[in-house]
């Protein structure tokens, strides 16, 4: 007890924090482990998503006949934004995206925005840019269904691009992916934006 001002008062003694837990050499720290799993789960929604963006491309392109019949298919002269487009006629936006729908110029766009987004995220290289792209083609699809049948605001479109923008985020491309080595280029250490 020490006496302050005339009065006692108790004093309570400090115990120190018990010492870490050593580190095997054979087993990472449990933080490690843990950064380890998030990078692998971050890795398997990079793949998941980026094969999501290259299915639809080679499906829209070749008409395996999942979403786009073989006589719709790109290369039998097939509009790859056609069927979405003119399906949205009776929505808030209808007549903007259905005057886009069969547009060569838009096509175009589409069919390399897909190739492209679907790479990049299988690769895991040019994950900013896929997730900008990605995110702007996925809120466009958003918008041209609007208003949503199963739910006010949200719907796969929007998870998609939450989930794009966490991938860039992540880092994600550095696990079952060639990011670090992408990053490692020297175009790409000038551009950071091409990370």
């Known amino acids: 007890m020490a006496i302050a001002k005339g009065r006692k008062q108790p004093v309570y003694a400090r115990h120190p924090a018990p010492p870490p837990a050593p580190v095997s050499a054979t087993r990472p720290a449990t933080g490690t482990r843990h950064a380890a799993a998030l990078g692998y789960v971050w890795a398997a929604a990079r793949l998941a998503l980026g094969w999501i963006f290259g299915w639809a491309f080679i499906d829209k392109l070749f008409g395996f006949g999942f979403s786009t019949s073989s ?5 039998h002269g097939g509009s790859p934004t056609t069927g979405f487009f003119k399906g949205t006629t ?4 209808g007549d903007v995206f259905t005057s886009l729908a069969g547009q060569a110029w838009a096509d175009w ?3 390399i925005g ?3 987004i679907g790479t990049a995220l299988i690769l895991g290289v040019g994950m ?8 702007l083609l996925l ?9 949503l049948d199963g739910n006010p605001f949200v719907d796969e479109h929007i ?3 939450v989930v794009l923008a966490g991938l860039a985020l992540a ?6 992916g060639i990011g670090r080595w992408w990053s490692s280029r020297p175009l790409v250490r000038r551009y950071p934006i091409l990370k």
Do not use: K, Q
Not at 171 to 176: F, Q, S
């Open 71 to 75: 006589d719709r298919a790109w290369i």
């Open 90 to 93: 009776d929505r808030a936006l």
């Open 109 to 111: 766009l589409f069919m």
């Open 114 to 116: 897909l190739a492209a």
């Open 128 to 135: 900013r840019i896929a997730a900008v792209a990605g995110g």
């Open 139 to 147: 809120m466009l699809m958003w918008a041209a269904e609007l208003p």
């Open 159 to 161: 998870v998609y691009a």
């Open 171 to 176: 880092g994600a491309g550095d696990t079952l």
